[in-house]
């Protein structure tokens, strides 16, 4: 006769047998992680008053603080304790470039932001928010099915040609997490962070690069090929572009910095030879910071 502890884990044992392996990978990470966060008070439809704010167009007429108004110039809306969710959009790069890893040993740049972008999506859906997919026609919502629908989405989805998310319309104040190499010319990495800002949409970049990318350590004669139809580069002495080369990725990086900076977005940069975890602290971290703006 089975007892209740072993009955409970065999059906955790089964439900586990149903979990796609990115799934289960990005449950671990998040794990991990959620130890070392703390639960944080944000502003909705709770019954626990929180701040006070300017008032906005929009902005039902119920949510005016006439006392407090009464006591400026200005009208005051009286915010309360976040209890309704928010909507949390995310993608990541699928070009033939986030195919690249230049050792067996390392995931390739496609495969750490899948790992750290459904790990993120765990952590949001226990925090209560409501997470999708960008491109995928699926509306936000929260649950394990959620996950489940979202790590078969990605599962499905080939490569595309596409090295940044294509306009779609979101709700303002909707948050956005981007992952990808970000490799792609400044300023149609600027265009599209600006299509977003000028909707009201903030959020998040995530640059994932493989360490051969960042350190260029090869020696000697080596010919490189592109994996979106580039013409190959033949170098005679690798070493002799090295400063150069990273000189261009630094003003590169420098450059997002800042793109972000003036659209108000914030970002994070991560090696694949690097501990999942520590990435996925810091972009926890920044996404719910700018949700308590």
């Not at 309360?80 to 230049?102: C, G, I, N, P, Y």
């Not at 790590?151 to 080939?158: I, K, Q, V």
Request: with cysteine; aromatic share 8%; charged share 25%.
């Amino acid at each position: 006769m089975a007892t209740p502890a072993l009955t409970a884990r065999q059906r955790a044992e089964q439900l586990a047998a149903t979990l796609p392996p990115l799934l289960l990978a990005a449950e671990r990470v998040a794990t991990t992680v959620a130890q070392g966060v703390h639960g944080r008070r944000r502003v909705g439809q709770g019954e626990t008053f929180w701040q006070y704010r300017d008032y906005q167009p929009g902005d039902p007429p119920p949510s005016i603080d006439w006392r407090q108004s009464a006591k400026s110039d200005r009208v005051f809306v009286r915010q309360l304790e976040w209890e309704a969710a928010q909507s949390v959009w995310m993608w990541r790069d699928a070009s033939a470039s986030m195919t690249w890893r230049s050792n067996r040993n390392l995931p390739t740049k496609r495969e750490r932001a899948e790992l750290l972008m459904l790990a993120l999506m765990v952590l949001m859906v226990r925090a209560g928010e409501h997470v999708t997919l960008l491109g995928t026609g699926m509306p936000p919502a929260a649950g394990r099915g959620t996950l489940g629908r979202l790590s078969e989405a990605l599962t499905r989805e080939g490569t595309g040609d596409s090295d940044l998310p294509p306009p779609e319309p979101l709700p303002r104040a909707a948050q956005v997490v981007l992952f990808g190499d970000f490799l792609a010319p400044l300023e149609s990495v600027e265009r599209c962070l600006r299509d977003f800002a000028e909707r009201g949409v903030s959020g998040h970049l995530v640059q994932v690069l493989d360490p051969a990318e960042e350190t260029l350590p090869y020696e000697g004669r080596v010919r490189f090929e592109g994996l979106e139809g580039e013409q190959p580069w033949l170098l005679s002495r690798v070493e002799g572009v090295r400063g150069a080369y990273r000189r261009r990725l630094r003003a590169q990086e420098e450059g997002i910095a800042a793109i972000a900076r003036r659209t108000g977005w914030s970002c994070t940069w991560h090696r694949t030879d690097r501990p999942p975890q520590t990435a996925l602290l810091a972009i926890y971290g920044a996404l719910t910071a700018f949700m308590q703006r």
